[in-house]
């Protein structure tokens, strides 16, 4: 969405419209993408917390890619043309990198496939938000 106000237009009234003022999160429904990426977090947090079979290079690695996407959303949402777009293009790798760092632990053993059966699901799910927001 772009904003409605010029960028050398000034305030008439000393305040901008909230979706306009300061780059900011631009709509609800932008801001729900980033709750949902919060909630998957709140998935995962059980499996990650275990340390995937005391590896911890990869629990943190994990832990990393799933808390970038959020940040990255929200960084891209409060940002203009090619750089919210980066940001986003960003957030979607780091899904990627989740769910890699899920298969490799199953694949370890140090997760159980059926413990982490929804998760690849939840990912994907927001992954194709994210991937709305690429395209835009």
């Known amino acids: 969405l772009a904003c409605h106000r010029s960028s050398v237009a000034k305030p008439t009234v000393g305040r901008w419209h909230a979706s306009c003022a300061l780059g900011g999160m631009r709509t609800h429904l932008?801001?729900?993408?980033?709750?949902?990426?919060?909630?998957?977090?709140?998935?995962?947090?059980?499996?990650?917390?275990?340390?995937?079979?005391?590896?911890?290079?990869?629990?943190?690695?994990?832990?990393?890619?799933?808390?970038?996407?959020?940040?990255?959303?929200?960084?891209?949402?409060?940002?203009a043309g090619g750089n919210a777009r980066l940001r986003f293009e960003t957030a979607r790798g780091s899904l990627g990198e989740a769910r890699a760092a899920i298969r490799v632990a199953v694949a370890w053993g140090y997760l159980a496939e059926d413990a982490t059966r929804a998760l690849p699901?939840?990912?994907?799910?927001?992954?194709?938000?994210?991937?709305?927001?690429?395209?835009?």
């Open 30 to 79: 932008h801001q729900d993408i980033v709750e949902h990426a919060v909630q998957v977090i709140t998935i995962a947090r059980p499996h990650v917390e275990a340390e995937p079979g005391g590896d911890r290079e990869l629990g943190s690695q994990l832990r990393r890619a799933l808390s970038s996407v959020p940040l990255n959303l929200a960084e891209g949402l409060g940002t």
């Open 121 to 136: 699901e939840t990912l994907n799910v927001l992954g194709g938000r994210v991937f709305g927001l690429v395209r835009r």
